[in-house]
């Protein structure tokens, strides 16, 4: 059965709010909202155009008013808006009858009377235009009343104020223009236009005022326009940043998912929203730049998410030719032996704080050349790897440096957070993590031994980096086994000494290609870190033993951070947690139990994708982003692996 909200909960308009739905377009614009049909979070909108691919998004058409007019009946609302002061109207939900997925596309369907009404909204690959596509499955004709309703404003801010709206109407719609931006609205066929500019004013967004961000807006309106909905007849309505070109058509608006899986189908659509287009890279307009949006709604791309999400959403759903793109591009910004932390949004430049996003580098590189062989993608890329090497050795931003005493792999800067815990509040640094960190340096022995493995296939000198991995290998062995407690130190050398939270940071220590940790010291470890750390939708960022143990995450972005990597439960843990598992287990946990709890969790929060992060205890209440694309695919990877394996 495809994703679906039933009744019940489309009615209750709390649970409803909480169900989100998201199309994308593949350059990094989106359409989305809630099953209820209110915008909780200023990042919702039926039309976010991606400026810059995949970045610069603008909140261009936030809604449409939706009404069904009747002869001798009231007219009937189907959309929802909630107010300042708690007010929701209109109060379409009260009808909906269910909203499910076909693909990644939102159906939404109402029963007004004897009256069925279908609702689907997609998006245009590589434009920034949306379609919301009309049907009358049943009943006898009746007349749509609709109301666009515009915010043309950065994704990030609210609209407040009248602002300077012009619009041009047309016989289907209009072109309005504001911020510098022009949003053309058409509606076919057969509409009838009424302008009359209006506002809308103080609309609430309930999701911001949660996180104690500001939370209202307000919208402009042009007019209405009425169209006849008969049966056998679909009425689209079209809005982009150009109008709809000479000859244009709707294509059909059916996405159907592959055979096969249930939950696999579903994550290999959503694995779909991630994979987008970025803009042109200095003088190669005509290389294919290819990037991974890091989580929706308001990531861009990230060095690290693309490194560790690019396994599971390109070769395991066997795009290697994406892969080999992603890769290219990613490996253009290489500066000083880094990989970029931050791609640049709108005005931001490219920021290189991060010491693991250029590690993991390595470890997409080897996934890619497993699944396809392609030596040639390596060897000609081998001059820059080892070039990363040279920089780690020597020293390169924010103090990563290798410390030639022992082998390992040191960062840290006052006032940063380097590693993927990297929580930041102002000068708040919530985990700083300076020093040795065990992760860190697992990542470093497999950079060693994958370029020595590269360099030894391509006739260069390898032994330098066996020798440096075997040093690291020994110094780790002596120095990250923390034999009072039973697992690893997170960190060493710490300013404030040896680290010895727990934290699922080890995983990688004998989860990765090479283990740097092995025998009854990792088997040790992975007992700990399941018995204190794993739940049902992924791993605990520190033990429930700690003080420190945030068991909620909610309250302003200051409480939120705090826990951010606290406790709270990241689902793509379990991708290096099951590769473990896998390693030490000839007989492993099975992996379907593992990922079960995701069935249902794909008709909570995103619909059909999977969250960014969960709190730690029960109800394990999902958070963060609704679509986050290292929890796709670490699930989907071993999902996929998985399922090569049933009999």
């Avoid at 994703?3 to 994308?24: H, K, N, S, Y």
């Avoid at 189907?78 to 159906?107: C, H, I, K, N, R």
């Avoid at 982009?240 to 059909?252: K, S």
């Avoid at 934290?503 to 220590?509: F, G, I, S, T, V």
Wanted: one cysteine or more; a negative charge.
């Amino acid at each position: 059965m495809p994703v679906r909200v039933g009744p019940d909960d489309c009615r209750d308009f709390q649970r409803a709010c909480g169900r989100e739905w998201l199309v994308t377009n593949g350059i990094g614009g989106y359409a989305s909202g809630t099953v209820s049909g209110a915008n909780t979070r200023r990042y919702h909108g039926l039309l976010v155009a991606s400026l810059d691919p995949p970045a610069e998004r603008m909140v261009l058409l936030a809604g449409l008013e939706e009404w069904l007019l009747t002869q001798g009946s009231d007219p009937v609302g189907l959309s929802a808006q909630e107010y300042w002061d708690g007010t929701v109207f209109p109060e379409g939900f009260a009808v909906l009858e269910g909203v499910e997925l076909e693909g990644m596309v939102p159906v939404f369907s109402w029963s007004v009377g004897e009256r069925t009404i279908e609702k689907r909204v997609r998006m245009e690959p590589g434009v920034n235009r949306t379609l919301i596509t009309y049907r009358l499955q049943k009943g006898e004709a009746a007349r749509l009343r609709l109301r666009p309703l515009f915010a043309h404003r950065d994704y990030h801010s609210q609209r407040r104020g009248q602002g300077s709206f012009t619009l041009a109407e047309s016989s289907e719609g209009w072109a309005v223009e504001a911020a510098g931006i022009r949003s053309h609205l058409q509606v076919r066929p057969g509409a009838s236009i009424q302008s009359r500019p209006d506002w809308y004013w103080r609309v609430l967004h309930r999701a911001e005022r949660e996180r104690g961000l500001d939370d209202e807006e307000d919208l402009f309106t042009p007019g209405t326009v009425e169209i006849t909905l008969i049966q056998e007849s679909e009425t689209v309505v079209v809005v982009g940043t150009d109008p709809v070109p000479a000859g244009w058509r709707i294509a059909d608006s059916t996405e159907k998912l592959e055979a096969g899986s249930e939950m696999v189908a579903q994550l290999k659509a959503a694995a779909s929203q991630f994979l987008v287009a970025r803009g042109a890279i200095d003088a190669q307009p005509a290389v294919p730049t290819r990037t991974i949006v890091a989580g929706y709604h308001w990531f861009v791309d990230w060095g690290r998410d693309t490194a560790i999400s690019l396994p599971g959403l390109t070769l395991a759903t066997g795009q290697p030719e994406e892969a080999r793109h992603i890769l290219s591009t990613l490996m253009r910004f290489l500066d000083q032996g880094l990989l970029p932390n931050r791609f640049p949004d709108h005005g931001h430049l490219v920021e290189y704080n991060t010491v693991d996003a250029t590690l993991w580098l390595f470890q997409a590189i080897h996934a890619y050349h497993a699944a396809t062989g392609d030596w040639e993608f390596i060897s000609e890329r081998l001059s820059s790897l080892e070039e990363i090497i040279d920089w780690h050795v020597a020293g390169t931003h924010h103090g990563i440096k290798v410390d030639v005493r022992d082998g390992l792999l040191a960062a840290g800067e006052d006032g940063l957070a380097l590693t993927w815990m990297d929580a930041r509040v102002g000068d708040w640094v919530v985990t700083p993590r300076m020093g040795k960190p065990v992760e860190i340096n697992a990542l470093w022995f497999n950079a060693l031994q994958l370029t020595a493995d590269w360099c030894a296939r391509a006739q260069r000198p390898s032994n330098r980096y066996r020798q440096m991995a075997l040093q690291a290998q020994q110094s780790a062995a002596e120095r990250f086994w923390d034999e009072q407690r039973g697992y690893l130190f997170d960190v060493v050398d710490a300013p404030d000494g040896d680290d010895h939270s727990l934290r699922p940071n080890q995983l990688m220590a004998f989860g990765l290609v090479y283990p740097l940790i092995e025998g009854e010291h990792a088997l040790s470890a992975l007992e700990h870190v399941t018995r204190r750390l794993l739940t049902p939708y992924g791993l605990r960022t520190l033990s429930p033993d700690d003080p420190r143990y945030a068991f909620r995450y909610q309250g302003d972005q200051r409480s939120r951070d705090a826990a951010y990597h606290m406790g709270t439960v990241w689902p793509w843990l379990l991708g290096p947690y099951i590769d473990a598992v896998k390693r030490f287990h000839a007989d492993p946990v099975p992996v379907e139990t593992l990922l079960a709890p995701f069935r249902d969790h794909l008709s909570q929060a995103g619909l059909g994708t999977i969250s960014e992060i969960f709190e730690p205890e029960p109800p394990y209440r999902p958070v963060g982003c609704i679509a986050q694309a290292w929890s796709v695919a670490e699930i989907l990877r071993h999902a996929l692996d998985s399922g090569k394996h049933q009999p």
